[in-house]
């Protein structure tokens, strides 16, 4: 008899294990659950001997963060052409390793932030950062051009969701989770003031990450403009504009989300061909930037379906 509990650390783990051989119990978690025995603690109770087994999905395990720390190990990450999203750099550190450090950062979009040594302290999880941190992205950014591809290969209207300035990741993960589901191309999000493609985004994704592209981007505003010049339109939820009920959303269409504290950006905004307001019956004004999406997003497909119809 095996009884599992989800534990607060997202990892499996067996409540009680009567009178089945070790061995065969481990071979039947990784044969039929795909799971990988990694703790076993032995205990006695009333009930007879039984064990405690903790065990991880294959899936968990790809999540780990990824944190680079220690100038070789950060320069052979970009020397091998690993995504990353942010590298953090002692302040005032111009020797031969760092400066090299920094060439290969230059040659790809990573941020750069030159930091005092008490943060690398803070931010190090070895304690042997040598004046260097790295994050990597938890998985590779797709591009803005493979994401129209998409949409025509699969003979639809480009369908985007497009970021302003996400920084929660449980947000962005939710958000490309909600995409998949409703049958967005891809998610835009900026280079700068925006959270990245995280460890933890890719848990919040529930692994939709795996088949909606994220692309990344210099300049939103600039994006859009481009986009709009391939016949696509820009609807950004916000207050004080028309009901999203009034609208017509069914052409090629991007959904703008704004930051969760101060919404839409006055440039983005202006950008946009369209300004919905999502219709609100309670005691509070606002709803979580994922939610938004989510609603403003099934009011396109409700409204693309109802003209299919």
Known sequence: MLANEMTP?????????FGIQRDLVCKYLEVKGGLTVTEI????????NYRNIKIESEENMRYEELTIEGRNAVLEAFRAGKTIDKLFVLDGCQDGPVRTILREAKKTDCIVNFVK?????QMSETGKHQGVIAYAAAYEYGTVEEMLERAKEKNEQPFLILLDNIEDPHNLGSIIRTAN???????IIPKRRAVGLTATVAKAS???INYTPVAKVTNLVKTMDELKKQGMWFVCGDMGGDSMYSLDLTGPMGV??????????RLVKENCDFVATIPMFGDIDSLNASVAMGVLSYEIVRQRTAKKG
């Open 9 to 17: 650390d997202n990892k499996y783990k067996s409540s009680l294990l």
């Open 41 to 48: 603690n032995e205990d006695s109770s009333s009930w007879g």
């Open 117 to 121: 040594k008490e943060r690398l302290d």
């Open 181 to 187: 589901q409703v049958g967005a191309h891809g998610v």
């Open 206 to 208: 529930a692994g939709a």
């Open 256 to 265: 703008v989300i704004g930051n969760e504290g101060e919404g839409v950006s």
